[in-house]
Every structure is written in C-alpha cells, then in structure tokens.
C-alpha cells in the first residue's frame, strides 16, 4: 500500500493493552458544529502527539463520534456501515441502545497522566459538548475479566490488529477509520461467585486458572466463545478487535466492553448469537450473569479525516 496516501490511524484503535484507562462520553451543544469540527481535531492531534510524548507509559487514545451525531458533525459524507447500536432482547437478556455523540477514550500505563489529559481535554471542549458519562477502567491481575478469566487472548495479534480493526480500500474515504461499539456490562458477581468453577469454566469455554480452551467437542452451545466464534459463508473467520477492560468500583463493576472493527456486521451478528442464540435455544449463559446498561455505536474517523474537515 501506498504510504504517502496512507490516512494516519488514530493510535488507540489498534493499542495493545494498558494498566488504566478513561472513557468519555459526551453529548454536543445545539448548533455547535461550526466550531466543534476544528476542536475535534485539536483534541485528536493531542492524543496523538501525547502518545509519543508519554510513550514510556505507552500513552494512547483515540476520539470517536456517535452514529446518531455523525450527519450533524460531517453532512457531506458517511461511512457506509456506519448505523446506530442494533438494540436487542430475548427473554431477559437485554442490549439496549443508548448513544453519545462523542466518545474519548484514552488509555495510559500511569493513572496521573490519564487524569491530567482527561481534564485537558474537558477543558479543550468546554462550551461545545456536556460531559454525560464517565468510567475509569483497570487492569484486573493477570488481564483478567473480574470475572475471573483471562479476557483477550483470542484478540488479533500484531498486523493482524490492523488488518481487522481498520477500514482499507472498500471505502476510500474512510480509509483507517473503524467502527467502534462499546457497552457497559455490570457483573452480578455474587450470583457468579457462588457458581462451582466447573460451571463458570463450562460457561466461559476455558479453563479458569490456566485459560485453557475447551476441545471444540466439550465446548457447550451455550459457552461464550461457542456463541461468538462465528464464520461467514465463506466460511472465514468473522474477527473483531476487543479493547475491553474492567471497570467500576464495589457497588457497581463490570466490564466496558469495545470492539473495534473495519465493518459494523461482526459485531452485530456477535450479539446476535449471544442474545438471540443459535436458532435451537442456545443462548450465551454468560447474560445470566451480566447486565447491559448502556449500548453505543461510534465512528473513529482517521486523523487526517478529521484534520480536512476541520474548516
Ligand atoms: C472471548 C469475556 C462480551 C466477543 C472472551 C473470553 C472471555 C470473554 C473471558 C475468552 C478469552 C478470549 O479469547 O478473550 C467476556 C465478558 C463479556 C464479553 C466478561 C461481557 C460481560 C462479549 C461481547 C462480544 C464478545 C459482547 C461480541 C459481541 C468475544 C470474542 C471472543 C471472546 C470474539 C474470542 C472468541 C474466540 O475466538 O475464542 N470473552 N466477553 N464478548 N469474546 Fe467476550
């Protein structure tokens, strides 16, 4: 591929895993897309000229703009799979929708600095957008969901991050942007903490301790990665870019879950397979434990996207 025509990647997209992370929800004042284009682009760059800045604590972030929000901030073009949350329920399994306009996520190795650019950009956009959600995310041992099993391990690994996570040649305009939905699970862990480790471990599809998978013939219909290890009809690997992790504080914690990904389908038929199931009743179990507060659907444009249509 042509480097010089190479739009650059928001760096946080395709991060690898940090110690802390802050995410921002924000929705935008009336009539303030004039000025809030420009803005969007300032805080972006900072995110990127921060991450070489800070690059010994592995600084990273990107800025992401609502499904809802996209046509107001940028009328003249939209990114071809670019729709709202796909909202769900079966039974008692719920995946809501609830959209933002913005989404700032930023991700660091030391707590201090995260603290200090999330306050930064606060102030980058006062006036413009009201800050309506705010969680802090930490890295819970051995990259372990607080659950207790080891989240990520079947993440894309190096290029392949890349290659899954952003948009190539099928939409040119859109180069190196990527889709990004994001929900935020609270875990009923007492209700999980009083399941024998056999059943947790049977729900999961891994082993606890050592995260071991399950031969594919003991895997459960109704384990979690049975549901979501889908294929498409070519029979090739559906993959999204996770970028999870534990968030919360006793009274109420979980895990914001984000997946990053060059087409918004993977996702969506994902969810579908955990809430809805396989078609003969086999739904995730792991919804028996977990609740859905929140469902939004965001676009993470390139830098240079943003940079053009800055006015
Ligand atoms: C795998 C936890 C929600 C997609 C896993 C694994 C764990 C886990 C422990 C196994 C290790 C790994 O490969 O990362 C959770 C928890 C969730 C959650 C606690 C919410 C409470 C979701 C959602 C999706 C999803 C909403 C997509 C819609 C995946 C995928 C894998 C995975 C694609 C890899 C499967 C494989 O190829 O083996 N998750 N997950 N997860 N999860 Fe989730």
Redesign the pocket.
């Known amino acids: 591929m042509d480097n010089q025509v190479m739009p650059r990647e928001q760096l946080g997209v395709c991060a690898e895993g940090n110690l802390h992370s802050i995410y921002l929800m924000f929705n935008a004042n009336e009539g303030v897309e004039t000025d809030l284009r420009p803005c969007i682009a300032n805080v972006a760059q900072y995110i990127y000229e921060l991450t070489d800045q800070y690059a010994d604590s592995a600084f990273n972030g990107f800025l992401a703009v609502g499904a809802n929000y996209w046509d107001s901030l940028y009328p003249s073009a939209r990114p071809a799979q670019l729709k709202p949350f796909p909202a769900m329920n079966a039974d008692n399994r719920d995946?809501p929708a609830l959209e933002y306009d913005l989404f700032v996520h930023v991700r660091c190795d030391r707590f201090d600095i995260l603290h200090l650019v999330a306050n930064e950009i606060s102030q980058m956009f006062e006036g413009l957008v009201d800050l309506v959600d705010e969680e802090r995310g930490f890295r819970f041992m051995d990259n372990?969901?607080?659950?207790g099993?080891?989240?990520?391990?079947?993440?894309p690994k190096g290029r392949s991050r890349q290659e899954v996570a952003l948009i190539g040649d099928e939409d040119a305009a859109f180069k190196s942007g990527s889709y990004i939905?994001v929900?935020k699970?609270a875990?009923n862990l007492s209700k999980w903490n009083r399941l024998p480790q056999k059943k947790q471990e049977d729900i999961?599809?891994?082993t606890k301790q050592d995260?071991i998978?399950y031969e594919s013939a003991d895997k459960p219909l109704t384990s979690?990665?049975k549901r979501?290890?889908?294929k498409d009809s070519d029979g090739k690997?559906?993959?999204?870019l996770?970028q999870?992790m534990p968030y919360g504080s006793v009274k109420e914690q979980?895990?914001m879950?984000i997946?990053n990904c060059r087409n918004s389908n993977?996702?969506?038929?994902?969810?579908e397979?955990?809430v809805h199931g396989d078609g003969n009743g086999n739904h995730?179990h792991?919804?028996h434990?977990?609740q859905?507060l929140t469902g939004s659907s965001f676009f993470a444009p390139s830098l240079d996207f943003m940079q053009t249509k800055a006015g």
């Open positions: 995946a372990r969901d607080l659950t099993f080891v989240d990520g391990t079947e993440n939905h929900q699970f875990h999961i599809g891994r995260n998978e979690h990665i979501v290890n889908l690997s559906m993959e999204i996770r999870s979980g895990l879950f997946s993977n996702f969506e038929k994902m969810l397979s955990m995730d792991l919804l434990f977990t859905a």
